[in-house]
């Protein structure tokens, strides 16, 4: 008897993600979180001391970070683009959609990817994937927005719509948990896994001005489970009120949260450092302390 996996669930609808970054291209994108991301990556990128000639930029949802990485004339970026797009030379750019990599294995040195992997259904199986086309001792670094993410403006909504509609519905996407991601992270075949997280605050008039920034960046609701009827005027002025009677400054502006989640793996090489075997050491640890051993 053959056992297939089941296929994992299609939280979010990644076709009309495409539309709506799209979308957001004709306009002037709200890129500020993108750039702020792009900026911390390179910055990363910068304390290893070694080259990555083949590199592979990860459905980034602009080019933004393709171009910071393609600077280096001892670099080739290639850009898996979660749309179409112009090309901008030297960057080798294909669309592709980050849950099916077409990449032959061992393909790159480093991949990256800013603000994008938040909407991965398959996040495990689209990790995996990336390690395969990773050579041994690639660099995985990837930033994603985190479980911290737009907390206000979820518990605006929801409040809201419990009051008028008398029950909430999916609005604001769930995003992953960093205690989640060192293990999908190893389960996905990495060494030496790390994750850590920074939290930005944003302060906005009021709630449509923040709800206009994520239109202008492709990131309005695009859950599999939302509403297909227009919503009410009333439900949003309400959660305006919320908003502004819970997370109002001094000054009358509200906060808006935002979690950057950071990641990185090795692909496994016998070059890398290793954990010692039980039993392997040679001072025992109240020696390196300087402290007498008692007993309990």
């Not at 709506?20 to 304390?47: C, G, I, M, N, Y």
């Not at 979660?82 to 592709?96: K, M, S, Y």
């Not at 075949?189 to 605050?201: H, N, Q, R």
């Not at 000054?251 to 450092?273: C, K, M, N, Y």
């Amino acid at each position: 008897m053959t056992t297939t996996s089941a296929a994992p669930p299609q939280i979010f609808d990644r076709a009309l993600l495409a539309r709506r970054l799209a979308r957001a291209a004709q306009k002037p994108p709200a890129t500020f979180l993108l750039e702020r991301a792009v900026d911390d990556l390179t910055s990363r990128l910068e304390t290893i001391l070694r080259p990555f000639p083949r590199v592979l930029d990860l459905a980034t949802p602009t080019p933004l970070l393709a171009q910071a990485l393609a600077v280096r004339p001892d670099r080739h970026v290639t850009r898996a683009a979660p749309r179409p797009e112009p090309a901008v030379p030297p960057i080798e750019t294909l669309v592709c959609d980050a849950e099916t990599l077409p990449f032959a294995p061992a393909s790159f040195d480093l991949a990256v990817s800013a603000l994008a992997l938040q909407w991965v259904n398959d996040l495990p199986g689209t990790l995996i994937q990336i390690r395969r086309a990773l050579a041994p001792d690639g660099l995985f670094l990837a930033c994603m927005a985190g479980g911290q993410t737009l907390t206000e403006l979820r518990g605006a909504l929801a409040a809201a719509e419990e009051e008028i509609l008398g029950g909430a519905s999916p609005r604001v996407a769930p995003f992953a948990d960093i205690r989640d991601l060192g293990a999908l992270l190893q389960r996905a075949g990495f060494a030496l896994p790390v994750t850590d997280s920074e939290t930005i605050t944003v302060r906005y008039a009021n709630l449509f001005s923040l709800m206009a920034d994520l239109r202008a960046m492709g990131a309005t609701n695009v859950l599999t489970q939302r509403l297909r009827r227009p919503t009410r005027r009333a439900l949003f002025l309400r959660a305006a009120e919320i908003y502004a009677e819970r997370h109002a400054d001094a000054d009358g502006r509200l906060r808006a949260t935002f979690e950057f989640i950071w990641l990185s793996g090795w692909v496994p090489h016998e070059s890398q450092q290793k954990p010692l075997q039980p039993g392997s050491a040679k001072m025992r640890l109240a020696d390196a302390l300087g402290v007498k051993e008692g007993k309990l």
